[in-house]
Nanobody
Framework: QVQLVESGGGLVQPGGSLKLSCEVT????????MGWYRQAPGKQRELVAA???????NYGDFVEGRFTISRDIAYNSVYLQMNSLKPEDTAVYYC???????????WGQGTQVTVSS
């Protein structure tokens, strides 16, 4: 089975940076996408960033160049480097893996990111 565990969240001041990590274990199908989603109170979960098995990436419209998603070669971990953080970035951030053939979704437990002075 696939297991995802996020870490790296915390409290940061506006304009600051955080790097989130997601440790992935289990067998992942070769065609997949890894991503980060977030959910703030009173809002629906939204895509932050995604990276495909071939290396292609995409980002939510609100990112505007501030965040970078990456993964290690063995797909053991996926990262989200977040710079120039804003208070509206405050949310629980979730790691996700989706099989492009099976359409199976796997989620981590989430890590809290709070941007406040």
């Amino acid at each position: 089975q696939v297991q995802l565990v996020e870490s790296g969240g915390g409290l940061v001041q506006p304009g600051g940076s955080l790097k989130l990590s997601c440790e992935v274990t289990g067998n992942i199908e070769s065609r997949h996408v890894m991503g980060w989603y977030r959910q703030a109170p009173g809002k629906q979960r939204e895509l932050v960033a995604a990276i495909f098995s071939h290396g292609g990436t995409n980002y939510g419209d609100f990112v505007e160049g501030r965040f970078t998603i990456s993964r290690d070669i063995a797909y053991n971990s996926v990262y989200l480097q977040m710079n120039s953080l804003k208070p509206e970035d405050t949310a629980v951030y979730y790691c996700n893996v989706r099989g492009l053939v099976s359409r199976a979704d796997y989620w981590g437990q989430g890590t809290q990111v709070t941007v406040s002075s």
